[in-house]
């Protein structure tokens, strides 16, 4: 089956097929490093985490870039508040970036582009634009003329009124055309800046990306993927300068666009206290459940989050895990993942339907588990071999079930006494081989206090943190 994603520029469902097979690229907006992300924005790196690890296997080679605004307004103000310089504020948020996406199972890109590392691009790219006729200098800012570039509002669909309004720009004396752009503006003598010909400045915040991805995969690339909250005027932005620098190249051929979250139907805002930060989600939730919570509906649709969603995913993966374990004694060799996982992933990245087939090996397991006569027949062990390679190899490509089940259902025992713990329950074992269950249910019970929850099975009692 063709790999077809939904590309925001023609607004369907596409065949993918890159310039290059032997060099396919992609570039995903990375964070704005001021402070802790909110889930939201892991929404985009989990979602295109999965892409990349298809089209590492389709194709073989990917060149994969994120990268980090490390200088931007928001860094500038917290850094002052602070007393310090913008780098101590970024590489302290961008550290933690990379901390908490490795926490949820995303792979580092293969390019990690900063954006004060590529001011001299930068510039170059402003002096271009202004000597094609399509930005100008005014004041010490160089702005984009987007009447110039007759496809401005293409990819967003936006009328001239929608992104005039949209851009929620200030109207400076010095611009053409209220919808023009920023690419460089003034900084004082408290914010960061560059020498530049247009006198000490900073990029704007668009350019920042057109010159990063041109550097590192071309003047056209494969894919370019974000939250749709990017579309205007971000992306919008980029294609227009881009366009216009590389002589009417095409900047990005596919556009990957991914929804927003929302808690209890309403949007995410600072004003109604509902942003839940990254970081602390991750402290009080294991990492592969939120993993696991934002792979659970389509990608290009909102995605309502809860502490029930994320409930609902450990109870899940309590199962997947669960027979995985049980499944522990039968070896198995490396397996590609399952056709209807390839099929549903292929179909614009369809994870429920990807995560339900994942479900459905592991409902085909302990099928057989629970109902095939004992000793187990060579049919039989055959079946669970396939199933357990085929589960393990299609949860490796949407970056699940990557620890031993054990460790699953160990987590969070660090502060747990294990061997009273093993102690407790071979005295519950006693206690009711001697028909002395209030003694056993007395155990149990302590070790419910302790936050132990306990499993009897036909291979004695296992253990686990209680959720």
């Not at 508040?81 to 890109?109: F, H, N, Q, S």
């Not at 187990?376 to 085929?390: E, F, Q, T, V, Y």
């Not at 102690?423 to 519950?428: K, P, Q």
Request: aromatic share 8%; glycine share 6%; with cysteine.
């Amino acid at each position: 089956m063709a790999l077809r994603l939904h590309n925001s520029l023609s607004r369907r469902v596409e065949p993918f097929a890159p310039t290059d097979p032997e060099r396919v690229t992609m570039y995903l907006c990375g964070p704005t490093v001021y402070n802790y992300v909110h889930i939201g924005n892991a929404r985009g790196p989990v979602v295109f985490d999965v892409l990349a690890r298809l089209l590492r296997r389709r194709y073989g080679k990917l060149v994969y870039a994120r990268n980090i605004t490390d200088v931007d307004d928001k860094i500038n103000a917290a850094a002052l508040e602070a007393g310090v310089p913008i780098t101590a504020v970024a590489e302290k948020y961008a550290a933690i970036y990379r901390e908490d996406m490795a926490k949820l199972g995303v792979a580092p890109p293969d390019v990690e582009p900063l954006a004060t590392q590529h001011i001299a691009a930068i510039i170059a790219m402003c002096e271009n634009l202004i000597a094609s006729g399509h930005a100008y200098a005014a004041e010490g800012h160089v702005l984009f003329d987007v009447a110039k570039f007759a496809d401005y509002g293409k990819l967003s669909g936006r009328s001239t009124d929608e992104m005039i309004a949209g851009a929620r720009i200030e109207v400076a004396p010095y611009k053409r055309n209220p919808a023009d752009f920023v690419l460089w503006k003034p900084s004082t003598p408290n914010l960061p800046g560059w020498d530049s010909p247009w006198g000490r400045g900073r990029p704007g915040w668009h350019i920042e990306c057109s010159a990063m991805a041109a550097a590192h995969l071309g003047e056209t690339i494969d894919i370019h993927a974000g939250g749709n909250d990017l579309l205007f005027p971000h992306h919008e932005n980029e294609v227009a300068q881009s366009t216009c620098a590389h002589g009417g190249k095409t900047f990005a051929r596919y556009w990957l666009h991914n929804g927003m979250l929302t808690f209890d139907g309403a949007k995410m805002s600072k004003s109604i206290g509902n942003v839940k930060q990254l970081h602390a989600l991750l402290e009080k939730f294991p990492p592969e459940a939120l993993r696991y919570a934002l792979l659970s509906a389509h990608y290009r649709q909102p995605l309502d989050w809860s502490d029930a969603l994320i409930e609902q995913s450990i109870a899940t993966l309590d199962r997947l895990y669960g027979t995985l374990r049980d499944l522990a004694t039968f070896d198995v060799e490396p397996a590609i993942s399952t056709r209807d996982v390839d099929e549903a992933l292929e179909d614009d990245l369809n994870t429920p339907q990807a995560l339900a087939a994942l479900n459905g090996l592991a409902f085909e397991a302990r099928h057989l588990l629970e109902h095939e006569a004992r000793p187990l027949s060579n049919n039989a062990i055959a079946g669970l071999r396939r199933i357990k390679a085929d589960l393990l190899a299609s949860a490796e490509l949407l970056g699940l079930l990557q620890q031993d089940p054990e460790a699953w259902f160990k987590r969070g025992s660090e502060n747990v006494d294990s061997a009273r713990v093993e102690n407790l329950i071979e005295a519950r074992r006693a206690a009711r081989e001697a028909r002395d269950f209030a003694r056993a249910d007395a155990i149990r019970a302590e070790l419910a206090a302790m936050g132990v929850a306990i499993e009897d099975g036909a291979d004695g009692t296992r253990w686990k943190i209680a959720n």
